[in-house]
């Protein structure tokens, strides 16, 4: 089984400041045939479901502000918040849809400093 | 507006059985993949299952293996979860997600990856 690792588990961010989390996969999540990382992150807000963010590592899923972005290479990728807004408090996740089992991260907790 | 709505959630005995149904809406079912995620009290986002658009491909988590069965009726739009053997450790609120396929075409990009679309999720309790 791919094992995601999120790091750190938690952290506090002023209001406008960025907010950088951590996701390393065991194994490699790309498929050279397409040239794509098979890897997605989401934003899970107090008492809701979860909500898609990036797909591919990189790509934004529709509607969502472009102070969201995902970068990485190989087995480590990064979602960056580039100025954090009140509405981002909540718990962040990496999944890797490489291969099944469909791995999470353990989450990190993003809070207002 | 796609819409995925859970029922089937509840307090069940140890050992026993029960059935999840996820009502696809607003989108063509047939044509996705599906997935059913879980979230302990308190705890992250584990994967459970994950079923094809056509039913012909499934997978599991390790975790649920031999007692949990994926499955879908694609004349009705709609997902099922059929669990067995429960155990206290299954209890969680489940989601139904839309998923990216779940078999790599060599040289195609999808769509869309991950999971895009999720209900609000139906609770189930294992306690006796």
């Known amino acids: 089984d791919i094992v995601m690792t999120q790091s750190p588990d938690s952290l506090a961010v002023s209001l406008g400041e960025r907010a950088t989390i951590n996701c390393k996969s065991s194994?490699?999540?790309?498929?050279?045939?397409?040239?794509?990382?098979?890897l997605a992150w989401y934003q899970q807000r107090p008492g809701q479901p979860p909500k898609l963010l990036i797909y591919w590592a990189f790509t934004r899923e529709s509607g969502v502000p472009d102070r969201f972005s995902g970068s990485g290479s190989g087995t480590h990728f990064t979602l960056t918040i580039s100025s954090l807004q009140a509405e981002d408090v909540a718990v962040y996740y990496c999944?890797?849809?490489?291969?099944?089992?469909?791995?999470f991260g353990q989450g990190t907790k993003v809070e207002i400093k | 507006e796609v819409q995925l709505l859970e029922s089937g959630g509840t307090l069940i005995q140890p050992g026993e059985s029960l059935r999840l149904s996820c009502a696809a809406s607003g989108l063509d079912f047939s044509s996705n993949a599906m997935s059913w995620v879980r979230q302990a009290p308190g705890k992250g986002l584990e994967w459970v299952s994950a079923i094809s658009g056509s039913g012909g491909t499934r997978y599991y988590a390790n975790s649920v293996e031999g007692r949990f069965t994926i499955s879908r009726d694609n004349s009705k739009n709609m997902l099922y979860l059929q669990m067995s053997s429960l155990r206290a450790e299954d209890t969680a609120v489940y989601y139904c997600?839309?998923?990216?396929?779940?078999?790599?075409?060599?040289?195609?990009?999808?769509?869309?990856?991950?999971?895009?679309?999720w209900g609000q999720g139906t609770p189930v309790t294992v306690s006796s």
């Open positions: 997600a839309r998923s990216s396929p779940l078999v790599r075409v060599f040289g195609e990009v999808p769509n869309t990856g991950g999971m895009d679309v």
């Open positions: 194994q490699s999540v790309f498929y050279s045939s397409n040239n794509r990382y098979y």
């Open positions: 999944q890797q849809y490489y291969s099944p089992p469909y791995t």
